[in-house]
């Protein structure tokens, strides 16, 4: 028996309208707890194995963003997305479409991070407070892009169509962003994260669509984090991280809103690495 239902809610938002799916962990009948925003090319299933346990003591809505997993809304990647304003959005938009009895956790892994903070800057008032799981933040001017990244470019790469499910499980265990994923996790990516063709699978992402936010991260500088509206714990990665803003940064110190946290060992993928640092960080802010 799983702890989470599958459910979608119909949004209308300033780049048109579609329907976001979302996983339900918990009891329906208990207000909302946590909103959950996963990291570009993944989906709300990739998290599962991490959410699921806390079902029993929260309710946590995890849902797939534009262009990932089951959720349909415009993925219009011309002439190129210049800012990351329509994940924003987006998440303002399932804020106001979910029954919210009272202000929630908004908890985010990289883009999902970066978007939450995006979304708490406009709606303060529906944020009891922020997790961000290494937020992409830089230190660039409005209107930058980013022409070469590491990530960028294994997205340029990145390997669309396969045989079947098995087969990409198979082609993913072990390598590159999977070298430290538990097998179940690397299950359930494939399981929203591919969507069946006449030849096989394909990702539910298009490369074309996560490249262009890559593309478009430039514009996410350090000031969204630095100005904060709502009470904010942040953790960066020891490894390429994509939060260049570090704990012991003067702006971070001064501001008593706001808190960093580097965990050693980690890389990007730090949710996939410490379950438990997220598990425990969603106990101490929600309940």
Not at 111 to 130: I, Q, Y
């Amino acid at each position: 028996m799983t702890a989470f239902a599958r459910r979608s809610l119909d949004v209308s938002t300033p780049t048109g309208k579609g329907q976001v799916a979302f996983l339900d962990f918990g009891d329906p009948a208990r207000p909302v707890d946590v909103v959950f925003s996963h990291a570009n090319g993944f989906n709300a299933l990739t998290y599962r194995h991490i959410l699921e346990p806390l079902a029993g003591e929260m309710r946590i809505i995890a849902f797939d963003l534009r262009g990932h997993g089951r959720t349909r809304l415009p993925t219009d990647t011309a002439p190129h997305r210049s800012d990351w304003t329509d994940l924003r959005d987006d998440l303002l938009a399932v804020l106001g479409a979910l029954t919210l009895e009272k202000p929630v956790v908004l908890a985010g892994h990289s883009f999902g991070g970066t978007s939450s903070l995006m979304a708490t800057h406009l709606a303060p008032e529906k944020v009891k407070s922020l997790i961000l799981y290494d937020p992409v933040l830089y230190p660039n001017p409005p209107g930058h892009r980013i022409e070469s990244s590491p990530f960028l470019d294994a997205a340029r790469r990145r390997r669309s169509v396969f045989a079947s499910r098995q087969a990409a499980v198979d082609n993913w265990r072990g390598r590159g962003a999977f070298t430290n994923w538990p097998e179940e996790m690397l299950v359930d990516y494939a399981a929203d994260g591919l969507v069946e063709t006449a030849d096989g699978v394909r990702l539910s992402c298009d490369p074309a669509w996560e490249t262009s936010s890559y593309v478009a991260q430039g514009q996410n500088g350090v000031e969204l984090l630095l100005t904060t509206p709502r009470p904010t714990l942040a953790f960066r990665a020891e490894i390429q991280s994509t939060c260049t803003v570090k704990a012991d940064d003067p702006r971070i110190v001064a501001n008593p809103n706001l808190k960093l946290v580097q965990i050693e060992g980690t890389t990007h993928f730090l949710p996939m690495e410490r379950p438990d640092l997220v598990r425990q960080s969603l106990r101490d802010a929600a309940l």
